[in-house]
C-alpha cells in the first residue's frame, strides 16, 4: 500500500510542476507554486525541471518496487 501511496505522489508532483513549468513557458512573470524562489525565469524554469524528474524518478520507483513485490503485473 505505501507504494501505491508514493506512486500517486510521484505522479502528482510532476502533473503539478510540468503544468508549471508550461505556464512559466507561456507566461515569464507567472511563478505559480514557486513564486518564493526568486532567482528569474531560469532558474524557476531549472527548479520545474528538477522536480518534475523528482516526480517521475518517485513514481517510477515505487511502481518497481510495487513490481518487485508481485503487486504489478
Known amino acids: 500500500m505505501k507504494y501505491d501511496i508514493w506512486q500517486v505522489v510521484g505522479a502528482a508532483v510532476t502533473v503539478v510542476f510540468t503544468q508549471g513549468a508550461i505556464r512559466l513557458l507561456v507566461d515569464h512573470d507567472d511563478t505559480g507554486l514557486l513564486g518564493w ?4 525565469f531560469g532558474f524557476t524554469l531549472a527548479v520545474h525541471g528538477v522536480l518534475v524528474a523528482a516526480g ?14 508481485g503487486r504489478r503485473g
Open 37 to 40: 524562489v526568486g532567482g528569474g
Open 56 to 69: 517521475v524518478l518517485l513514481a517510477g520507483w515505487a511502481h518497481t518496487r510495487a513490481k518487485a513485490l
